[in-house]
Nanobody, 127 residues
Framework: QVQLVESGGGSVQGGGSTTLSCVVA????????MGWFRQAPGKEREGVAT???????TFADSVKGRFTISQGNAKKTLYLQMNSLKPEDTAVYYC?????????????????????WGQGTQVTVSS
């Protein structure tokens, strides 16, 4: 049973920083591509950052240069470091993982039936 559990987030002042963590269990980490997604009220879920098995990362244009995705040394934790936060970054953030995929696939809604999701964590950025 694959499980992803997010933590971090909360309320942050605009321009501030915070880090989200995602602890993963129940699978062979090296087989998975992983990513962070977010969903704001009234909007569709969107990809924020992805990390492929070889370490290749991709970012949404809206967060490039501000967000960083990385994994812990034990490879059981995925992080999203968020800097220079803006009110439009306010959303529920979800950790995601899928077996033997590419970032392009992970970002496509048609692929999400193959994706394991965390429960989500709220990030609220005030102006």
């Amino acid at each position: 049973q694959v499980q992803l559990v997010e933590s971090g987030g909360g309320s942050v002042q605009g321009g501030g920083s915070t880090t989200l963590s995602c602890v993963v269990a129940g699978y062979t980490y090296s087989r998975f591509c992983m990513g962070w997604f977010r969903q704001a009220p009234g909007k569709e879920r969107e990809g924020v950052a992805t990390r492929e098995r070889d370490g290749t990362t991709t970012f949404a244009d809206s967060v490039k240069g501000r967000f960083t995705i990385s994994q812990g040394n034990a490879k059981k934790t995925l992080y999203l470091q968020m800097n220079s936060l803006k009110p439009e970054d306010t959303a529920v953030y979800y950790c995601a993982a899928a077996d033997t995929c590419t970032s392009s696939q992970l970002l496509q809604p048609w692929f999400w039936g193959n994706v394991y999701w965390g429960q989500g964590t709220q990030v609220t950025v005030s102006s």
